[in-house]
């Protein structure tokens, strides 16, 4: 049986129910420790029980908080992603005029989480492992599913606005957030360090192409 590392092991709680306004602070906890065995040993190779001796909780507490693992790991990903438009990746999107607006406020804000260690991770994870656990493979998707739905909205929006129609909004949303995803892609697996300037100046060039071309969308 393996030993936690120490840096997760976390003191253990008094025995009882936990108090209302300890459970998000509870659940804030295992999401943390799942999420750094996760990284540490992998999707297949973490179990739940290693998960609720780590943090000090019973298994039925962390039960019942997340009834799988595939539930824990979802939670982790919902995490991470709220993590990356929040305090200092913070970037307001209500108030853009213009979809241009939109795309570039939406684009950097991924392309910032993109450099983050948490991201690199995550994606190395779901990457290696998705192919034996279904359960990951469909957790990736839903990410990505959330990204078109919501850039494929926008351009609805602005296209109504400007009675101008889009004749597929799902394709045009997929083609910018592909070509985000390969950009990052490439950045990454190459060491490159790209400065801000740098990486604003890439997404301009990209989002005026990308808006050039709408009359095939």
Known sequence: MKSPPSDLVQPRRPRG???AEDLAGLEARLIQVGRELFFRDGYGATSMSEV????????TTLYSRFPSKAALFRAIVAAQIESWDTG?????IEGCDTLEEVLLVYGDILMRAAMTPEFIQLNRLLYSEAGRFPELAEIAEARVRRGTDYI????RAFAARNGAPCRDPEAAAELFLMTLNGWASA???GGRSVGADARRAWLQHMVRSLLDGRSSW
Do not use: E
């Open 17 to 19: 129910r936990p108090k």
């Open 52 to 59: 609720a001796r780590a943090a000090r909780a019973s298994k």
């Open 88 to 92: 200092v990746h913070h970037t307001p």
């Open 152 to 155: 494929a909205g926008q351009i």
């Open 187 to 189: 950045v990454v697996l």
